[in-house]
């Protein structure tokens, strides 16, 4: 695996491996570093520094995922979240919140701007989310898009909620596929659970997972979902490594993602224009 690695790096510029994107799959690591990690690839790929890449992986701990902006009062007990150390973590990219545990496969799409995926939003989700339901399929599960959303379902039920951003010439689509879920837990931690389902009375009722489907092998269903990426979007990958640049610009984004200042970033902003206001002549 090392020399495959180590081969993919040396040639992914060249003219005859243009197709070739970088799958990187780190299984469990830190909610907060993955929020760093993903910014910190979309400006190397931005820059052409790496090679477009698929990367996927599962969150240690459970944390919520806030959109850019939202505000974390609108969407989250956060006393909850504090007493029960589930981390809030805004990230760069738009959309609503996620609560998220280790049984859910996340990915980020991470292409160049410009580039295979559509400068179209709603087209990019469309082809990108190609790629989750070329998984289900094979998989035996039929599924679709669903563009009001940004999520794919199956059965009825919502199984993959997605976000978007640009940022440093690159763009990026993240994601989760449900192996399993903690509903009664997702219940706690936000405000609204059904805020981002078809109109239902319970999470439990509007969503589903793979487990619910009988399918139980997290190995198959990453190779099956990496292949579905690949199929959607029209192109081959390779096995990669993070880079040195890479590693180090997320280690340095980190302390910008556990820091309140950014956390509760646009609830500050609202409460100072809610402050300006109430200043003005009535």
Same mark, same amino acid.
């Given at each position: ?7 993919? #790096?040396?040639? #992914? ?9 970088? #799958? ?156 399993? #879920? ?101």
């Amino acid at each position: 695996m090392a020399k495959k690695q180590e081969w993919f #790096f040396h040639n #992914f510029r060249t003219k005859e491996l243009n197709y070739m994107w970088r #799958f990187i799959d780190l299984d469990k690591i830190d909610g907060f570093y993955s929020a760093a990690l993903f910014e910190s690839i979309a400006r190397n790929v931005g820059s052409n520094l790496s090679p477009e890449t698929i990367l996927f992986w599962r969150v240690k701990s459970p944390v919520v995922y806030l959109g850019y902006h939202q505000c974390v009062e609108d969407e989250i007990n956060e006393e909850y979240c504090k007493d029960n150390n589930i981390g809030i973590i805004r990230r760069i990219l738009g959309g609503g919140c996620g609560f998220c545990d280790e049984d859910q496969i996340l990915y980020s799409i991470i292409g160049k701007d410009g580039g295979i995926i559509p400068a179209d939003i709603q087209e990019a989700y469309k082809k990108v989310l190609g790629g989750v339901v070329n998984a289900l399929a094979q998989l035996g599960e039929e599924a679709k898009i669903e563009p009001a959303r940004n999520a794919v379902y199956t059965s009825g039920r919502k199984i993959s909620g997605n976000a978007q951003g640009r940022h440093d010439s690159a763009v990026l689509i993240n994601g989760s596929l449900l192996l399993d #879920f903690n509903f009664g837990l997702m219940d706690k931690v936000l405000k609204n659970p059904t805020k981002n389902l078809y109109p239902v009375k319970s999470a439990r009722e509007g969503m589903v997972s793979l487990k619910d489907l009988g399918v139980l092998d997290i190995d198959l269903v990453k190779k099956t979902l990496r292949e579905g990426f690949e199929s959607a979007l029209g192109i081959k990958s390779g096995y990669g490594n993070l880079t040195t640049d890479e590693i180090q610009i997320a280690d340095n984004l980190l302390a910008k993602y556990k820091d309140q200042g950014w956390t509760y970033k646009m609830d500050i902003k609202r409460a100072i224009r809610k402050r300006s206001s109430s200043l003005l002549p009535q």
